[in-house]
């Protein structure tokens, strides 16, 4: 055991090794880059750029680095190629494109009078002050993508300068004639790198021109220092976010929950107890992984990381990992810790594969948030609570697949279920009741106001009440084995819509920093499939009660 743990963990530090010494060429990647109200290295600021335009970190293998860099140096050669992704079909149908097409180039989009026509319909929508609807919402992207291209290109979106005085920094293309200069021996030297590259030459001189590009960067930060050198001290922030960037800690982390997931299944199938030390080592090192990724958010942002949904998403995971381990040391049911993995590995999944709907990027706070005392008491822990009915869900699935397998065979396994979901349920009660209290001190000192009924904290006081309807019904003996099973999925559809929905379905009230939209489709199947599941196991155990009725 201890030598299998050894090994995990050589392996994890290699890989995170990988990430930490920079290679010939990849001084680029840490350029210090003002975007988006903060500093950030140009590797974030690629990233973000080619995802917004193309929908994805890289392009056909190349790096957003060297992409970016591109568009800038070269904007006619990116006339022709598909970089612009539109998936909403109305968008299509009204451009009189393709609807089976996902990728399109500048002159395809917006060398047409559709594309203005477009955009005046949208600002049209926007002054009614209405919700935007999917279709103006792809809309909105496709503006977006535009306008984040035009400005890449004219070199006025980089900005790479501190300035002298204020906190704006100059973008490359109103950099001062030696600063220019210096700029252009970066440019110099990355076509001079990227040629090496293309023409397949020999790693010497493809590492000779990539230090030459390193050694160009160096000179031009080193110029940018002088200029303010308090506001150009960033270097080990930016370190740690390119880092954060290459290692992907949360990925990491899902890959052994998912591994520890598979070794439970193997202690049930080969009934091999020995086995669980394995699964307790892969979640460890997965939980390990998970919080080491929430403190690089933190430490570089300087917050709590739960200001929009990708981060709650992140922690909600975490913190099912955390009850789920808790609660599985007290009782040793096994299932609890099955379904803690699960759901952790699921939501980790969910965020790692929809950036469009949760914006893994690292934001500054809104206004009304920047304040970490309320940040962290408030919001950490009424989304922690998510994170106990969100395991009471997974252990509820559990459940039903046992009722469906055989309700007397696995009685004791549904008992040991029921048992975990219940103490799961006064779990997230516990954290839910004081965190709605701690919002409403938060509004009151924000706001002016203790409680309004905004759509954020009636939700959240519904989903307080239905677990706290099942909770006593339970305690009174209204609510039996299969109902706390059922009612632990009926439930938490309360909180996806105090989650999810108010931001992203409603899109109203006073919590507009945390609106979003996208994924709509997928979540209301995601609650309609479990509905239905809990139905049809329902009608299945109905008939097997009135068919052993009969033959007693």
Excluded: C
């Amino acid at each position: 055991m201890k030598k299998l743990l050894l090994v995990l963990t050589t392996v994890l530090l290699s890989f995170s090794g990988l990430t930490t010494f920079a290679k010939p060429g990849d001084q680029l990647k840490y350029l210090p880059v003002q975007d988006g109200g903060r500093i950030k290295p140009y590797d974030s600021f690629s990233r973000e750029m080619l995802e917004i335009v193309y929908g994805k970190g890289t392009y056909e293998g190349r790096k957003a680095t060297e992409i970016i860099l591109t568009w800038m140096l070269s904007p006619q050669a990116w006339a022709d190629k598909k970089i612009f992704e539109v998936r909403n079909h109305q968008v299509l149908e009204a451009m009189k494109l393709p609807k089976d097409q996902r990728y399109f180039n500048g002159q395809e989009l917006f060398g047409s009078d559709r594309f203005g026509l477009l955009r005046q319909e949208l600002q049209a929508k926007r002054e009614t002050k209405e919700k935007l609807n999917p279709y103006f919402q792809a809309l909105q992207r496709l503006e977006n993508q535009y306008f984040v291209f035009q400005e890449v290109a004219a070199g006025r979106m980089l900005k790479v300068l501190p300035p002298k005085e204020g906190d704006s920094w100059v973008a490359v293309a109103d950099l001062p004639e030696a600063f220019q200069q210096k700029f252009v021996g970066i440019t110099t030297a990355f076509v001079g790198y990227i040629g090496q590259v293309a023409q397949n030459s020999s790693a010497a001189e493809v590492n000779a021109a990539a230090t030459k590009l390193d050694e160009a960067i160096l000179d031009f930060e080193a110029a940018a220092r002088t200029e303010n050198p308090a506001i150009y001290d960033h270097a080990q922030k930016v370190k740690a976010e390119v880092h954060y960037n290459d290692f992907h800690p949360f990925r990491w982390a899902y890959v052994l929950y998912i591994l520890a997931a598979i070794v439970l299944l193997l202690v049930w199938a080969l009934s091999k107890e020995s086995l669980v030390k394995t699964a307790w080592v892969f979640i460890a090192l997965g939980f390990i992984l998970h919080t080491y990724g929430f403190g690089l958010r933190m430490y570089i942002m300087e917050r709590a990381p739960v200001s929009n949904m990708y981060e709650t998403v992140i922690w909600v995971s975490w913190g099912t990992i955390l009850f789920a381990g808790i609660l599985e040391l007290i009782y040793k049911f096994r299932s609890i810790l099955f379904a803690g993995t699960l759901v952790a590995a699921f939501s980790l999944v969910i965020a790692d594969f929809a950036p469009a709907v949760l914006d893994p990027t690292l934001q500054p706070l809104e206004p009304v948030l920047r304040s970490n005392y309320w940040l962290t008491i408030h919001v950490m822990t009424i989304t922690i609570s998510y994170a106990a009915f969100f395991l009471a869900f997974g252990l509820g699935d559990l459940g039903l697949f046992y009722y469906l397998r055989g309700e007397e065979k696995h009685h004791e396994k549904i008992r040991a279920i029921v048992t975990a979901i219940y103490r799961s349920m006064q779990i997230g009660v516990a954290f839910l009741a004081p965190g709605i209290i701690l919002g409403g001190i938060w509004a009151d000192y924000s706001w002016g106001r203790f409680w309004g009924w905004d759509p954020k904290e009636t939700w959240a006081l519904i989903a307080l009440l239905g677990y706290l309807a099942v909770l006593h019904a339970r305690y009174a003996g209204m609510i039996k084995n299969f109902g706390m099973v059922v009612t632990a999925i009926i439930t938490f559809s309360l909180v996806i819509m105090a989650w999810y929905g108010v931001n992203f379905v409603l899109g109203a009230g006073l919590h507009s920093y945390g609106f979003g939209a996208g994924g709509v489709e997928y979540v209301s199947a995601f609650v309609a499939a479990h509905m239905l599941f809990a139905l049809y196991v329902g009608v299945v155990r109905s008939g097997r009660n009135k068919k052993s009725a009969k033959s007693s």
